[in-house]
């Protein structure tokens, strides 16, 4: 992975475009790492596996018997309309 400093970045930002789209540039701000210049299709790639890992973890949830979003709702809708606010007396 290429490293380079953000003013270079800003001088020669085609090159670092080019170079992006073979692998990810590290910028680095007085000698700090702040961003990441990658391609288009790299950073889909990695939004669909964050995305397929949060929908794994969402399923794993729900079978260990979490309620998913409109279930709970409904739960909570009912309750109120029962005037039910959970509290014990």
Same mark, same amino acid.
């Given at each position: 992975?290429?490293?380079?400093?953000?003013? /270079?970045?800003? /001088? /020669?930002?085609?090159?670092?475009?080019?170079?992006?789209?073979?692998?990810?540039? !590290? !910028?680095?701000?007085?000698?700090?790492?702040?961003? !990441?210049?990658?391609?288009?299709?790299? $950073?889909?790639? =990695?939004?669909?596996?964050?995305?397929? @890992? =949060?929908?794994?973890?969402?399923?794993?949830?729900?079978?260990?018997? $979490?309620?998913? @979003?409109?279930?709970?709702?409904?739960?909570?809708?009912?309750?109120? @309309?029962?005037?039910?606010?959970?509290?014990?007396?």
């Amino acid at each position: 992975m290429k490293t380079a400093a953000s003013t /270079n970045v800003q /001088n /020669n930002f085609g090159e670092f475009l080019d170079t992006a789209g073979r692998e990810p540039v !590290v !910028v680095t701000r007085t000698g700090r790492k702040v961003a !990441v210049l990658m391609s288009w299709a790299e $950073y889909e790639r =990695l939004t669909l596996l964050e995305d397929s @890992a =949060l929908l794994a973890r969402v399923k794993e949830a729900e079978a260990e018997g $979490y309620l998913g @979003a409109d279930e709970t709702a409904s739960f909570v809708k009912a309750k109120l @309309a029962a005037g039910d606010d959970g509290s014990q007396a």
